[in-house]
């Protein structure tokens, strides 16, 4: 049996490839929009792509099933609660599939969307999907109301751990998805592992299991509906090339370089959201609207390129182009820790907290304010001390750059913390758990 795992690092999603080499037949499961990994995977190990197996219509990521039916003819299958608006083929429980002489059997797990299945391959192994998760399992808030989501989730569960415990568990997810709160890094486990260690699997009584469950804090990215809508849509074909410009015009200006190399000059209002850094797609989606014009500042063709991919995974399937020699002549001054401790003593600058509220609950600074890096485009100077330096802190420096750049572009004094963060403070800091937590 032929058996790959492709996992997107900055996304947290885990696709698959799966087949039988000497009949020369394999599916792919929850293909990225990036589909040449599977393509040149699968011309290595002799076989052809002949179906498109989607575990359920993804929120977080455009899929690349549109692109293998339009550019090589293979058919999509997945449950038709998803309501689809492209040809599809109907997948239903306990159907059972072949690619070549490997079975795959089809469990419909609803709970994280109501089309929800599970693909169990050869009696060995369970593709997951976004149900059960290493650590963890799904949010059920994001197609349905989160309590009905999550009585449906428990019975799927149930309907997974029926399975023996060798088999092995690879989800569709890893950490670094919003899909979950405490999935592990891990890319896969047993039934039996997750039974002994997943907290999720640990409630007997329905009850108990909704009130955890449906009881969601991860933030719901705003590319969601369009993400969905893409996915249940017409086919998405291949991207255009972005195209190199030697001029702005009239844009929003994305620069995908590092923080540093941000803060030392850049252009005039741009967001700074580097490629480099981890969850790039997830956190520009948090900062962009899909209907701007979109310019990226890279340093060079390959970064530009790499960001690409990355918002477009994401649903930014238009960009207007990059460029990479342009008038960068803003400049930001980022604080040191130290600096910031005898800043702070003499009352000269404001910090904001621009971490999530469950890591804030872990520890801040006294006198900070805390506003998520993702609420700051909309909230804007409200609420802020405009008179004094603004500086933004989160736990590593990527966040406190993003947030100190569209504070910049909103015409703060915003000095964002590079090095370190809140767990390196030296100085006090309160924490404190929050009522019902």
Not at 8 to 24: Q, T
Not at 35 to 61: C, F, M, P, S
Not at 185 to 196: K, L, Q, R, V, W
Request: charged content about 25%.
């Amino acid at each position: 049996m032929l058996f790959r795992q492709f996992v997107d690092d900055d996304l947290g999603c885990a696709s698959y490839l799966i087949g039988d080499p000497a009949s020369g037949e394999a599916f792919v499961v929850d293909p990225a929009y990036a589909i040449e990994q599977y393509l040149e995977a699968a011309k290595n190990a002799g076989v052809r792509i002949v179906r498109v197996l989607e575990t359920h219509t993804h929120a977080d990521h455009v899929s690349g099933h549109g692109r293998f039916a339009l550019e090589h003819d293979v058919p999509v299958a997945v449950h038709p609660l998803a309501e689809p608006e492209f040809a599809f083929d109907a997948l239903e429980h306990d159907q059972l599939l072949h690619a070549g002489s490997v079975p795959v059997r089809v469990i419909h797990t609803p709970g994280h969307r109501p089309e929800h299945c599970a693909f169990v391959v050869d009696e060995r192994l369970v593709l997951t999907g976004d149900s059960l998760f290493v650590g963890d399992a799904a949010r059920p808030d994001l197609a349905v109301d989160a309590r009905q989501g999550a009585e449906d989730l428990f019975g799927s569960l149930r309907r997974l751990i029926e399975l023996p415990d060798s088999t092995d568990v690879y989800p569709g997810h890893v950490a670094g998805s919003l899909c979950g709160a405490a999935m592990s890094p891990a890319h896969s486990s047993t039934i039996g592992a997750e039974m002994s260690s997943n907290a999720a699997l640990g409630f007997d009584d329905i009850h108990a299991f909704v009130t955890s469950s449906a009881s969601v804090s991860t933030p719901r990215p705003p590319t969601t509906a369009s993400v969905v809508a893409l996915n249940k849509g017409p086919f998405v074909g291949a991207p255009a090339p972005i195209e190199h410009l030697d001029r702005l015009g009239d844009a929003t200006v994305l620069d995908v370089r590092p923080a540093a190399t941000h803060a030392a000059g850049h252009v005039h209002g741009a967001f700074n959201v580097p490629v480099s850094a981890s969850s790039f797609a997830t956190r520009a989606g948090f900062i962009l609207d899909p209907d701007e014009r979109i310019v990226l500042h890279a340093t060079d063709q390959e970064e530009a390129e790499r960001a690409a991919r990355g918002l477009r995974s994401v649903g930014f399937l238009e960009l207007a182009g990059y460029v990479t020699e342009v008038d960068a002549t803003e400049r930001l001054r980022p604080i040191e820790l130290d600096e910031l401790e005898r800043l702070l003593d003499e009352g000269s600058v404001q910090v904001i907290d621009v971490r999530e509220k469950s890591e804030r609950d872990e520890g801040y600074i006294p006198g900070s304010l805390h506003i998520p890096y993702r609420l700051l485009r909309e909230t804007g100077t409200d609420g802020l001390d405009t008179t004094k330096p603004v500086v933004t802190i989160c736990e590593s420096g990527t966040r406190a750059s993003i947030a100190a750049s569209v504070l910049a572009a909103a015409g703060v004094d915003a000095r964002p913390v590079l090095h370190g963060g809140v767990d390196d403070w030296q100085g006090q800091t309160v924490s404190f758990r929050r009522c019902g937590s």
